[in-house]
């Protein structure tokens, strides 16, 4: 499935390209996408290349190249390459799986153990901390600028959690290194793009602790956010990134699971998890992805529905091991 990518070769005869990643982007979709974006354009001025996202955390304006990162999915241009990053599956890709189903050549980059591999050339390594890990190592380090530096850094800070996920191994620190010896401000992208929350950001945040609940004994945390109440407190879902890992930070705490409502009864969920649970295999379950400490999925039902029935496999895991 893997192929050590050489970018010079793939590039060959390639006029134009398409670069994109999942929908709802966090920071290593952002990240990754101009990252690659940044070194491409910069390295390669004959080629024309477009990033494809939906709208991204305003937050993560401050990195430069995010200003010109395309919304419009629209149209029927047909890119010669295609890259396709921190996705794990085609559905992900939303709207811009058009933009790739027209493409003369995918490439997939990802580091999600449940991605199977669906591009023309596949470089998924779910090892890696984060996408954005996987993009440095194939890039030329003396060809990488500051502005895929900050990228790229960005990326990987918020899949590591600021390097605190067990997922940091001494090659990612190695690589932040060496992309803040490009001149980048690393402290500011990871205030401005992790920790800094707008008002109404804490005020959900808030609510969503307050409401949280204990199941099993203490060793599962949830919370649920509805539509009613993000109408109330006036935020989007990119406003809910991070409540997950602070439920995950309760004392004695196995795993957490957080949900915010999509539509009536339809939720997106995202669970965390810290050594006797794969959520990944959870998410599979339900028909969603991820890594063996961080997946998601959307279900339908109740609150309640949901909750029961993940933790369920929450439940089996913890009794008879992660290979249940």
């Known amino acids: 499935m893997n192929k050590t990518l050489k970018l010079d070769e793939e590039l060959q005869g390639v006029r134009t390209v398409a670069i994109a990643g999942h929908i709802r982007p966090d920071g290593d979709a952002v990240g990754s996408c101009v990252g690659l974006y940044q070194y491409l354009k910069q390295n390669y001025p004959h080629l024309e290349v477009t990033v494809y996202l939906e709208e991204i955390p305003k937050a993560y304006g401050m990195i430069r190249g995010t200003e010109e990162i395309c919304h419009d999915f629209s149209g029927e241009k047909q890119h010669d390459l295609f890259f396709c990053l921190d996705c794990a599956d085609e559905k992900r890709l939303g709207p811009a799986a058009k933009i790739e189903e027209r493409a003369k050549r995918t ?6 153990i449940s991605n199977g591999g669906f591009a023309d050339v596949n470089c998924i390594y779910p090892d890696a901390s984060s996408t954005s890990e996987i993009v440095f190592g194939l890039l030329d380090e003396e060809r990488i600028s500051p502005e895929a530096a900050e990228a790229l850094y960005m990326g990987i800070v918020h899949d ?3 390097f605190r996920h067990s997922c940091t191994a001494p090659e990612t620190l190695e690589a ?3 992309l803040m010896r490009k001149g980048i401000c690393s402290n500011r992208i990871i205030n401005e793009t992790y920790y800094d929350k707008t008002y109404y950001q804490n005020q959900i945040l808030g609510r969503a602790l307050l ?17 009613k109440e993000m109408t109330f407190y006036g935020v989007k879902p990119s406003d809910l990134d991070g409540i997950v890992q602070v439920l995950m930070g309760t004392t004695g705490v196995e795993a957490a699971i957080f949900l915010y409502e999509t539509a009536p009864q339809e939720f997106k969920v995202s669970m965390r998890s ?4 794969d959520v990944s295999k959870i998410a599979s379950y339900f028909g969603g992805g991820g890594h063996i400490r961080a997946a998601g999925c959307n279900m339908q039902g109740s609150v ?7 933790t369920y496999h929450m439940e089996r895991q913890l ?3 992660a290979d249940a």
Do not use: M, P, W
């Open 319 to 321: 009794c008879q091991g």
């Open 211 to 227: 409401e949280s609940i204990l199941l099993l004994d203490g060793k599962i945390i949830f919370s649920a956010v509805r539509q």
């Open 304 to 310: 309640y529905d949901v909750v029961n029935n993940i």
């Open 176 to 178: 932040a290194a060496k």
């Open 107 to 112: 490439i997939c980059i990802d580091h999600h």
């Open 274 to 277: 810290k050594e006797h649970i």
């Open 160 to 162: 590591t959690g600021v």
